[in-house]
């Protein structure tokens, strides 16, 4: 079972950046699809972006595209979630994950196994 770390969360004012990163043991990075998902205070888990195993193809929720960009480097095991204008609805824990299997990039939570500990991100004036 593959197991990831994620890191990079803190606090920023709205307009701000981050970048997360999430590290993945293991050999077998590079057949996983990532995603990210993100859960705020009082609301469910939800779709950040995935990308697929080449990392060529991405795909975002509504709510952040244009701002999130999602890239690997199958290499160091690593995928990021880099962050713009960020928003104060975009406070949440941050989590990586490894789809169970498949090529597509999925949206549920269900379709992931592994998941990392998540990294808070606050964004607040």
């Known amino acids: 079972q593959v197991q990831l770390a994620e890191s990079g969360g803190g606090s920023v004012q709205p307009g701000g950046s981050l970048r997360l990163s999430c590290v993945a043991s293991g050999r077998t990075f590079i057949s996983y699809v990532m995603g990210w998902f993100r859960q705020g205070p009082g609301k469910e888990r939800e779709f950040v972006g995935g990308?697929?195993?080449?990392?060529?193809?991405?795909q975002y929720a509504d709510s952040v595209k244009g701002r999130f960009t999602i890239s690997r480097d199958n290499a160091k095991n690593t995928v990021y979630l880099q962050m713009n204008s960020l928003k104060p609805e975009d406070t949440a824990v941050y989590y990586c994950a490894t789809k169970s299997s498949g090529p597509s990039i999925g949206q549920s939570a269900e379709a992931y196994g592994a998941w990392g500990q998540g990294t808070q991100v606050i964004v607040s004036p």
């Open positions: 990308i697929s195993r080449s990392g060529v193809y991405t």
